[in-house]
């Protein structure tokens, strides 16, 4: 077994334990500027562990992620680069051991930026996309702080919604679902959206 599905049995774990709201918390939190599960997995099974509570946990892991991101934009801000330039070694720390966190990602993301803004926030907050990935950039290329938020919570809100809702709603025959199709359908549902208002943009 590797230490990738190892790493996701042990968040599962939680979920049988006390303290499964806390770990709910601590996870969001880490998962926005460095850990590489995502809070999802958790979510789902404490909401189906207690379904009556589903909304609670949500909350939580929306606050969680939410200060993580916070997080995350300020080792981008104030530790990413040195005064001159140069990437620190927390920089290169990062670049080592977070998959996807590659040198061309940054620079991809960073074009991103000038053009685009509060959406490239939303698209990582709502997708599969590394959130953590654009929670530190944000905070390397100073995107401006409340929109930065705004999108976050938005984003962020949006999905521990739908799968805690989606839980509460149809319970354990939508676990299956939501893991296998869940991304696919985060994906669309941001692409009409972004594409929705470039419509209104452009054509109106």
């Given amino acids: ?4 599905r190892k790493t996701y049995d042990w968040v599962l774990s939680w979920a049988e334990s006390r303290w499964g709201a806390t770990a709910l918390f ?10 590489p599960i995502p809070p999802d997995v958790l979510l789902i099974a ?3 562990g207690c379904v009556t509570r589903w909304y ?8 969680g992620s939410i200060l993580g991101a916070l997080a995350g934009y300020a080792i981008g801000h104030f530790l990413w680069q040195s005064p001159s330039g140069e990437f620190t070694a927390i920089a290169d720390f990062f670049f080592r051991v977070i998959p996807g966190f590659t040198h061309e990602e940054y620079l991809n993301i960073s074009e991103l930026y000038n053009q685009y803004n509060f959406w490239v ?3 990582a907050g709502f997708t599969p996309i590394p959130y953590k990935l654009i929670t530190i950039t944000a905070g390397v290329f100073k995107l401006n702080l409340p929109m930065f938020i705004i999108a976050s919570i938005i984003s962020r809100g949006l999905r521990f919604l739908l799968i805690g809702w989606l839980i509460y709603r149809f319970g354990e025959p ?3 679902f939501i893991e296998k199709y ?9 692409v009409l959206l972004i594409g929705g208002f470039m419509v209104i943009k452009y054509v109106f």
């Fill in 182 to 190: 869940f991304n696919w359908l985060a994906i669309a549902f941001t």
């Fill in 174 to 176: 939508i676990k299956g």
């Fill in 1 to 4: 077994m590797n230490i990738a």
């Fill in 121 to 123: 926030v939303f698209t």
């Fill in 56 to 63: 609670r946990y949500v909350i939580i892991c929306t606050v």
């Fill in 46 to 48: 404490l909401c189906l």
């Fill in 26 to 35: 601590i996870l969001a939190f880490v998962e926005s500027s460095f850990f």
